[in-house]
């Protein structure tokens, strides 16, 4: 890695100069069952900025994927603010695209179909929905499966088409939930890149849900780390590696350092996370057959 080629201060002042698009202010969201309560998320304040690529990683039960569906406007929140250029999110809007880890498509539609849904949802005409869908169905490299149906198509395919239906109404930002998380592992590197060349070359901020620690690394600017019970920022990194970034990268001593600290944040507080685990019941005999020669 060259290390004069990159400054990682350099490139982070120049984000936090950018204004901030979306700004969660002590965002708390309970939920309440009879005469308990629960709290997914806790007081967060957040700040993210025009264009940057942020991950949301943390346990199971965090509030990762709760965080993104108040973001969209599909759940709503206990307390607090989150606002969207100063404004606040009271709803789904198509200023906030989303993808979700299952394929969301209409399965009676075809691809074209499935990407026109957005702007005619917002008035356009067929004819330039038609244009819309099929600009961005050449960005994503589809363009010979056009009048395919879903069924037909593979799943990193399907997940292109997904990613081109929220970008066609042209968000100002993309939330993605696990989206790369039912794909093989070759799949899901290639559409890490391709999400990657997207990012560089439009006009969008996103905003990224990850289990995988390799994956928020190699994609993120920052990774907000998120604790469980109640779901809180942990801890937010800087992401301090060059751009473009490659598999290969992921073999230097700067990004095992990041893998490391991102591990211990994710996977620290696991053994509290569920005290059921702790005292697991002896499993009784059921079979005659023997694991040992």
């Not at 507080?269 to 009784?284: H, V």
Request: glycine share 6%; proline share 6%; aromatic share 8%.
């Amino acid at each position: 890695m060259n290390s004069i080629e990159f400054n990682a201060k350099t490139y982070f002042d120049a984000i936090y100069a950018r204004p901030v698009i979306l700004e969660a202010k002590k965002l708390t969201q309970s939920f309440k069952h009879g005469k308990t309560e629960r709290t997914i998320l806790n007081q967060l304040d957040l700040k993210i900025h025009k264009r940057e690529f942020i991950c949301v990683i943390g346990p199971s039960g965090c509030g990762k994927s709760t965080f993104s569906r108040i973001v969209a406007g599909l759940d709503p929140y206990s307390s607090g603010e989150l606002l969207v250029d100063g404004q606040a999110i009271e709803g789904p809007s198509p200023e906030r695209g989303m993808v979700f880890q299952g394929y969301t498509l209409f399965p009676w539609k075809t691809v074209k179909e499935n990407v026109m849904f957005g702007p005619l949802m917002k008035g356009a005409s067929n004819a330039s929905a038609e244009s819309s869908a099929r600009e961005w169905i050449d960005i994503i490299g589809l363009e010979k499966y056009q009048d395919q149906y879903p069924h037909q198509l593979s799943g990193g395919m399907k997940q292109r088409v997904a990613i081109a239906r929220a970008l066609v109404n042209e968000p100002k930002i993309l939330l993605m939930d696990e989206p790369f998380g039912a794909l093989d592992p070759h799949t899901r590197q290639k559409m890490q890149k391709h999400l990657m060349d997207l990012w560089q070359n439009i006009d969008i901020t996103i905003i990224f849900v990850t289990h995988d620690m390799d994956e928020a690394i190699l994609l993120a600017d920052r990774i907000v780390a998120l604790k469980a019970n109640p779901g809180e920022i942990k801890e937010i990194i800087e992401v301090d590696l060059p751009r473009p970034r490659n598999p290969e990268l992921m073999l230097t001593p700067e990004f095992k350092r990041l893998r490391e600290r991102v591990d211990f944040l994710v996977h620290a507080q696991e053994d509290e996370l569920d005290p059921a685990l702790e005292n697991l019941p002896k499993i009784p005999r059921m079979t005659q057959v023997s694991t040992h020669k």
